[in-house]
């Protein structure tokens, strides 16, 4: 999952709070598009938790999300006063639910359960991974690793996977990484498509720090890994948020400090999308494979934003950012590259702090849609073909 900075207490791995924004973003440069549209799903778990839309993936048609309580419950708890926070998730049991939202029908879809309400896995689902084999493969952060055919059957629970498994990248030969942000052993473990721990690569750390990596994308050429991180420091020291690229075996090659990268992800061409904060100004990277890297200035923004996803669909890619702003950006195979931002309106029957986006995808109709933590809601941000497209960026060499 793709966390903010957090600010927590110490689990027996890493930090996990997160903090969403207390105050109202900056002025962006949305486009309202005509046609924008909020979709609520039904509440379908057994147990007493309400939850909500979190990180998800989609095939063009139908788009799969995790259903969590997670962010509300923690706010709730950091309202109170309350300590641990992070563990307030597991004091209710619940189901295992992955949501579904047809984008051709434009309705939800009953969720997926892959596990009944269940005291010895009182989780939920966090991310969810289509994977090219068909499956759909899941991570509940304290519990499971697990995956399921997109109808619902075949469950599978992969004993065996260990707890703080957190984001998902499907990599060469369809192996599955996931970082591992809690627990002893932070780094990122590597699963075969039967759910078997193939390596587990430790994440090297310094004295009195934890590093706890976030997300990660795998270069499909080199398999390098690149990870960001949030680190904490015995002493008084703010959260750092590093990030390291490492070999396939696990070696840390980079060590990237400032500026911050915020974001990366790799495209079926082999391409390297990296956002990084410049001094409070996200700047969007496309790196080809001989170096040549076109730069996207995107412009300021609030500190409390950061990109939450960034998901590709033929030649078109788009960026998710928490505070309701998507970036789409065109590459067509003329070598152009063109951007387009468009923006959810504010959930204003939803507290502030908790109307927070997760994941954009682009349905095979060219229509955007975004996952928001209000409740299970999704919402239609317009289509491709209402773009007001302009071109963006400057190839340079590397």
């Known amino acids: 999952m793709r966390l903010a900075p957090v600010l927590a207490v110490l689990l027996p791995g890493c930090a996990l709070l997160q903090r969403p924004p207390s105050s109202p973003a900056p002025p962006s440069p949305r486009v309202s598009l005509v046609g924008q549209r909020q979709f609520r799903g039904a509440q379908t778990n057994t147990g007493p938790e309400h939850y909500a839309s979190w990180f998800g993936d989609a095939d063009g048609h139908i788009l799969y999300f995790g259903l969590s309580p997670f962010n509300q419950l923690a706010k709730r708890c950091e309202q109170e006063g309350g300590t641990w926070c992070s563990l307030r ?30 005291p010895e896995a009182s989780s939920s689902v966090w991310d969810v991974l289509v994977h090219s084999n068909g499956r759909l493969y899941y991570t509940t952060f304290w519990n499971e690793f697990g995956s399921v055919r997109a109808d619902g059957t075949d469950v599978q629970h992969y004993p065996g996977a260990g707890s ?15 970082t591992r942000y809690l627990g002893g052993r932070p780094g990122v473990a590597v699963f075969g498509a039967d759910g078997r721990l193939r390596r587990e690569l430790t994440m090297p750390q310094d004295a009195g720090a934890l590093i706890c990596p976030k997300s990660l994308a795998v270069d499909p050429r080199t398999r390098d890994i690149w990870i960001n991180s949030d680190i904490f420091y015995d002493e008084d020291r703010p959260v750092g948020f590093d990030a390291f690229r490492l070999s396939a075996d696990g070696v840390v090659l980079e060590r990237v400090m400032r500026p911050v990268l915020v974001f990366m992800s790799f495209d079926t061409a082999g391409r390297g999308w990296f956002v990084d904060d410049e001094g409070g100004t996200w700047v969007l990277r ?45 590459t067509p195979a003329d070598g152009g590259v063109e951007l387009c931002v468009l923006g959810v309106p504010p959930q204003a029957d939803c507290p502030e702090s908790l109307a927070l986006a997760y994941t954009a995808v682009v349905s095979a109709g060219g229509r955007v849609y975004e996952t928001i933590d209000c409740g299970i ?14 071109s963006a960026g400057q190839s340079v060499p590397h």
């Open 286 to 330: 496309i790196v080809q494979a001989d170096g040549r890297t076109t730069r996207i200035d995107l412009g300021p923004h609030h500190p409390n934003d950061v990109v939450q996803d960034i998901k590709h669909f033929g030649d078109v890619t788009v960026l998710a950012t928490w505070q309701l702003t998507i970036f789409a950006v065109r």
């Open 89 to 118: 998730e597991l004091q209710q049991t619940g189901d295992h639910l992955i949501g579904r939202f047809d984008m051709d029908e434009e309705r939800f879809l009953d969720p997926l359960v892959v596990r009944r309400n269940d």
């Open 164 to 178: 703080g498994l957190n984001e998902l990248w499907e990599g060469p030969e369809g192996e599955i990484y996931i």
């Open 377 to 390: 809601r999704v919402v239609r941000a317009g289509a491709l073909a209402e773009c007001d497209w302009r």
